[in-house]
Structures are given as C-alpha cells and as structure tokens.
C-alpha cells in the first residue's frame, strides 16, 4: 500500500499530474511559432500558456488561431498584450497580432484557470496566418484530471 | 508536480512548529489552542493546494503527508539515534516527591500545574509522587511513593 501511494507521489514528481509547462517550437519560411503551455492540468488550476511568434520576414497581419481546446472548460483570466480584434473563424477564435517586421518577436500570454468540472482530454490546435495566408499549425493535447 | 513538494514543505514546517510549541501546549489545549489549530489547518490547505480544486490534487497532497509520516516513524524505529530529534524525550517533572525545577523551565511548566495534574489522578501532594515524567505525547504520568 505504501509502494502504491509512493509510487503516485512520485509519478506527480515526473509531472504525470501536471502543471510543469513544456515548451515546442515549429517553423516554416515566414516565421516560428513556439508554444509554451502545460500538457497536463487538474480542476481549478491557474496556468499559463505563452506564444511566441518570430517572424523570418515581414509578417503583415500576424493572426493567431486557437481550436476548441485552448477555451472548452477553461477560463481565461486575461490575453496580454490585447490583440488588435478578436472574431470567430470558423468557429475558432481568432486573434489579430498585428505587424509583425522580420527579424522581431511577438509574444503573447493568456492566463487561465481550469473550470473545476472540467476532465479529460482537449486536442489543442493553434495555427498562425499572415491574414488570410496560413503559415504554420501546431496540435498538442492537454489532459484535465478530476 | 509542485503539489507534492508544497506537502512535503508543510509537514517539514509543522513538524517543526510542534518543536517550537512544545508538547505541554499540545498536551492540553485551551480554546485558543484549538482555534489556532484550525486557523493553521486552513492556512496550511491553502499553501499546499492553492487553487487545486481536484481530487487528484488531495490524492497526491495527503498522500505525500502520509508518506513523510511513515518515513518519520521508520526513521525513528531504525535509528535510535534520531529518536529524541523525532518523538522527543520523556522529561522527570518530580523525583521522590522533589521538583526537578530546571526541567519545569525547560516546558514552561509551574509547580502549580504539575499539582494540579496530580490532583486528577487523585493524588493531594506532589510529596506522595515517586515520579512525574511528561510523557512525549504531552501528558503527564505519575507512579506514586508505595
């Protein structure tokens, strides 16, 4: 019994459980996008997840678009900087950056909280447009646990 | 995986507070004594689980509090040496009737006090009590003079 509790405690220590973020970064001609977010959370849980746009060259209208799972069940406490618009594409949300010039960063932070009847797992998708023209897509699922 | 190292730092902090107190303040508890008890038992939640609303969450925070408490006991059955740093030691209070003064200091103890608590375990005089030991739970035993 003791073996079995330790056993739990220290798959928390690998991060099985969550919070520790994880960091991954894809990358096309016109610009990288790196992702840093939690793959694994538990009910009521504030959290970060950080997204960082760097452009190779010019990105006119840098607009970052979020599936499903980056909102279903979750609560977002703030988005900072705040984007230019924000509308529906598709039934995803879509959140206008702005110009963004070769060679320069942006980076965008949204804070949330884990809705406590929240569970189970969320494919999250992001994808990154220089306005209409997609760039590049990154998926990644994010486990809630009860 | 911050949940089980905010457990582990409460018991270290607790099991330290109970050294600081000191077992005649544990031994018997005033109203005060008790409210505290429950003010730092909220105050203790809230460091360790934050805003963790989930059961995962109390899984892994009371199962880590109990693991340190069987290591604490088995470290204390394996190796006598950390006994008095773990349990404490039993302290003589009175010897054939003679208050040991210097050890009613050491707990904060009055000669009043240790009278009374013979006086519930039906003894009138401290002059009848062959020993009075505080006992590393907090209470005091008396054997008295045959």
């Known amino acids: 019994m ?19 973020p994880s960091t991954a970064t894809v990358a096309a001609s016109a610009a990288t996008l790196e992702v840093r977010s939690p793959n694994a959370v538990r009910g009521g849980l504030l959290y970060q997840s950080r997204f960082t746009v760097r452009a190779r060259r010019d990105v006119k209208d840098a607009t970052l678009v979020l599936g499903r799972g980056w909102l279903e069940g979750l609560t977002v406490n703030t988005i900072e900087p705040g984007p ?25 932070y949204i804070q949330y909280q884990v809705n406590p009847t929240t569970v189970g797992s969320h494919t999250q998708t992001v994808a990154l447009y220089d306005g209409d023209e997609p760039i590049l897509t990154y998926e990644k699922t994010l486990r809630v646990f009860p | 995986m911050d949940i089980v190292f905010r457990a582990a730092i409460a018991f270290l902090f607790i099991f330290l507070l109970t050294r600081i107190v000191g077992r005649r303040e544990l031994g018997a508890m005033e109203p005060f004594d008790l409210i505290m008890l429950i003010v730092l038992g ?7 689980t934050q805003s963790d609303y989930s059961v995962t969450g109390l899984v892994l925070a009371g199962g880590t509090l109990a693991l340190m408490q069987v290591a604490a006991s088995y470290l204390s059955f394996r190796f006598r040496n950390l006994r008095p740093m773990l349990d404490g030691e039993p302290i003589v209070l009175v010897e054939d009737g003679r208050v040991l003064e210097r050890n009613l200091k050491r707990e904060r103890l009055t000669p009043e006090e240790v009278a009374a608590q013979a006086r519930l375990n039906q003894i009138d005089s401290l002059d009848k009590v062959r020993w009075a030991v505080l006992e590393t739970s907090g209470q005091i035993s ?3 003079k045959q």
């Open chain 1, 2 to 20: 003791v073996v079995l509790v330790a056993a739990v405690s220290l798959l928390a220590l690998l991060n099985v459980f969550g919070q520790w």
């Open chain 1, 84 to 108: 230019l618009s924000e509308a529906s594409r598709d039934g995803r949300l879509s959140l206008e950056l702005g110009h963004v010039p070769a060679g320069e960063k942006y980076v965008l």
């Open chain 2, 42 to 48: 909220d105050l203790v939640q809230q460091g360790v």
């Open chain 2, 142 to 144: 008396f054997i008295p």
